[in-house]
Nanobody, 122 residues
């Protein structure tokens, strides 16, 4: 059973950068797809970025100012977010899907972390 734990969230000002991390435990996840989603209260979970091997995929809302990466030796995945905006404020979740198939659909991911709050003040 894989567990995912996010970290790196916090309160920041608009325009700065933030790096979120996701640590996986329980087994090696180097052959799996991992992703970041975010969800604001009362709204549907929104895809942010996904990584499977060397394949990366970003939502339009973060493309060009975010970078997803992973360290397979550490079983971790990161999301570097630059030029943060107040509309980036929400809870960010790490997700995992077995196999290397990129997806932006939350229903395709079997394992989720508990989330980390990001708040961007204007």
């Amino acid at each position: 059973q894989v567990q995912l734990v996010e970290s790196g969230g916090g309160l920041v000002q608009a325009g700065v950068s933030l790096r979120l991390s996701c640590a996986a435990s329980g087994r090696t996840v180097s052959d799996d797809t991992m992703a970041w989603f975010r969800q604001a209260p009362g709204k549907e979970r929104e895809f942010v970025a996904s990584i499977a091997g060397s394949t990366l995929y970003y939502a339009g809302s973060v493309r060009g100012r975010s970078t997803i990466s992973r360290d397979t030796s550490k079983n971790t995945m990161d999301l570097q977010m630059n030029s943060l905006k107040p509309e980036d404020t929400t809870v960010y979740y790490c997700a995992l899907r077995r196999g290397m198939i990129i997806s932006d659909q939350s229903a395709d991911y079997e394992t989720w972390g508990r989330g980390t709050q990001v708040t961007v003040s204007s």
